[in-house]
């Protein structure tokens, strides 16, 4: 395997690359987050600003038409996935069996192409982030439709003024549902490695009497990767530039306590990993990262627990550590990985 491949998942070719990814992901996520606080729903702008990232996080295809559908079927598994861990996911051992279940589901249909693997990983974190979460507000719901109505629209006008990106990944919906009912390039192991691994780690900070436990989870869920030890490199990547996120953004939460200020680094940090994953996933998942406490806080800003640091550190290493193990205990042998999709705007 190419050591530099994920660069190729993520590449932008030109400025003008640059400039359509920073207007896309800027105006997805901006618009419900900053909007919705300042109606004073600083928790439905976290659920509009989360979705709207991972559906333009989700652009993959060859065509528009082929984009918009795998964008709408993250959509639909972002909503899905948040309504089974907010609704199932509320006693300690329920929510370890949600993720476990959900975590299964992305682990097994890793390996079947691109855009499944990445419709079933962000159906698996939403379902982890709302079995700890825990939003009340009643507009949460309307925050998921106006995430995701942002991401379309913001990918409309980009498209209309940039155009389509070039991209030479086909999504065949048939032949990637195919795979991934069989399981295709990850396989059983992988899948439950990947299960098991989230599902400890949400269970080992809940019983360590950790805040927000389902941080650890989402580091698993993000970090943890199906190609094995060829993969290890990179996976050592994504933990140093998790945990160098957390110290960054920890860091600024010190200083930085105004909803709508919150709401605007929330979505810089958002539009700023699109393009740090086009240079390297260190970069990339540093600015991802920052974007969760920066969110997360918003409902919080005058109750920041006191060792903020300190928790979201251990939750973070704790992931990290599981993830890597989980990374060498799924290994499968590979000759050569599935393509991935070049740049997406």
């Not at 909803?259 to 699109?274: D, E, N, Q």
Request: neutral net charge; contains cysteine; proline residues 6%.
């Amino acid at each position: 395997m190419s050591p530099s491949w994920y660069r190729d998942l993520y590449r932008i070719d030109s400025v003008q690359g640059v400039q359509a990814v920073v207007m896309r992901m800027g105006l997805a996520v901006g618009i419900p987050m900053v909007a919705c606080v300042l109606l004073g729903h600083p928790g439905a702008a976290v659920v509009g600003g989360a979705t709207a990232q991972f559906v333009t996080l989700s652009d993959i295809g060859q065509s528009a038409r082929t984009r918009m559908g795998t964008m709408f079927a993250a959509w639909v598994m972002i909503l899905a996935g948040g309504t089974l861990g907010h609704v199932l996911g509320d006693t300690p051992y329920s929510r370890e069996v949600v993720v476990l279940a959900c975590a299964l589901l992305a682990g097994w249909a890793s390996g079947s192409h691109p855009g499944i693997a990445a419709v079933t990983r962000f159906f698996a974190i939403a379902a982890a982030a709302a079995t700890g979460m825990r939003f009340t507000d009643p507009d949460v719901l309307a925050s998921v439709v106006a995430g995701g109505a942002t991401a379309f629209g913001a990918a409309f006008l980009v498209w209309k003024y940039f155009g389509l990106p070039p991209q030479e990944n086909v999504m065949d919906w048939r032949a990637g549902v195919r795979r991934a009912f069989q399981g295709a390039g990850a396989g059983m192991r992988f899948a439950w490695c990947y299960a098991a691994a989230a599902a400890v780690a949400l269970f080992a900070a809940s019983v360590l009497g950790v805040n927000d436990p389902y941080w650890a989870t989402l580091v698993v869920l993000m970090v943890m990767r199906p190609e094995g030890v060829v993969s290890l490199e990179l996976t050592i990547h994504y933990a140093l530039g998790t945990i160098a996120g957390v110290v960054a953004g920890a860091a600024i939460l010190g200083f930085v306590h105004e909803p709508v200020a919150l709401a605007v680094l929330a979505t810089l940090a958002a539009t700023f990993a699109r393009v740090g994953f086009s240079i390297n996933p260190c970069f990339g998942y540093m600015s991802f990262t920052m974007f969760l406490p920066f969110a997360m806080h918003l409902s919080a800003t005058s109750a920041i627990p006191p060792h903020l640091f300190e928790t979201r550190l251990y939750d973070v290493s704790v992931g990290c550590a599981l993830a890597l193990a989980g990374t060498l205990l799924g290994k499968y042998p590979r000759v050569a990985p599935a393509p991935g999709p070049p740049a997406t705007h």
